[in-house]
């Protein structure tokens, strides 16, 4: 099954545009930040319920690689295929070194940096508002997928939708305005458990210090290193600020 089948198989839409959520006159930058976004919400380390996550994860490395090859792009953007037998999309290509191409190595000081900016950001608010606007004011959904989010943002991002909502930016959805307490009671209380976990985990590596982030991920790196989707994954591709490269060649097919 080729690319665009399995995008829509997976994913509901065989355009590559509309599944990153970015136009068709798109920069690479701004592919590469959508790429990252979209990504983090399929990586099996954040969805570990979602059996076909390993594969949509691979799905779209796939398709990042097409829409960041000029002459991959170019096919597809005049023609709607995409080049199937080329060196981009060959089979035995290894993905996870293709991810450490693309992505440095993140530092915590990279991490704290990075949140101290979007927090508060222009682009936070309007990623928030077009989560708001795909999970139908569905918080559960919107705090799993939203960059940067611990349970003590929550109040801060309702606000932010409130506002919206008062502005008619978006629609009033019941499930964010008739939410019931229980079931924010019940969101907090899986997110403490998970803070929990983590304090657990930090304990049993003996992380303590500035540098315990990266220590975590270089524990977890080394434990799963045949695993294609690594933790460090995760955290690089968030973070990175570099680009890559792709190769090109082979002939079209649908």
């Given at each position: 099954m080729g690319l665009l089948e399995r995008c829509e198989e997976l994913f509901n839409t065989s355009n590559l545009y509309d599944l990153?959520?970015?136009?068709?006159?798109?920069?690479?930058?701004?592919?590469?930040?959508?790429?990252?976004?979209?990504?983090?919400q399929v990586h099996p380390d954040r969805a570990p319920e979602d059996p076909l996550a390993t594969e949509k994860f691979?799905?779209?490395?796939?398709?990042?690689?097409?829409?960041?090859?000029?002459?991959?792009?170019?096919?597809?953007?005049?023609?709607?295929?995409?080049?199937?037998?080329s060196d981009t999309l060959r089979q035995d290509r290894c993905w996870e070194d293709y991810w450490r191409v693309l992505f440095p190595t993140v530092t915590l000081k990279d991490i704290l940096d990075f949140e101290k900016k979007y927090k508060g950001s222009d682009e936070e608010r309007e990623d928030l508002i077009k989560l708001y606007v795909k999970h139908e004011g569905d918080m559960d959904l919107i705090t799993i997928s939203a960059m940067c989010c611990t349970v003590e943002d929550e109040p801060r991002l309702c606000d932010i939708l409130r506002e919206a909502i008062e502005a008619d930016e978006v629609p009033a959805f019941p499930a964010f305005t008739k939410e019931s307490d229980k079931k924010k009671k019940a969101r907090r209380k899986r997110a403490d458990k998970e803070r929990k976990e983590a304090e657990e985990m930090q304990k049993e590596l003996g992380l303590g210090d500035e540098d315990s982030l990266s220590m975590m991920i270089k524990q977890r790196k080394q434990s799963r290193e045949q695993n294609f989707n690594s933790f460090l994954s995760d955290l690089e591709a968030k973070y990175s600020k570099k680009g890559g490269s792709s190769r090109k060649g082979g002939k079209a097919k649908k």
């Open positions: 990153l959520g970015v136009s068709k006159t798109a920069t690479e930058a701004e592919l590469r930040r959508s790429y990252y976004k979209v990504s983090l691979q799905v779209l490395g796939k398709l990042y690689a097409v829409l960041t090859d000029t002459e991959q792009r170019a096919v597809y953007d005049e023609q709607g295929i995409v080049d199937e037998e």
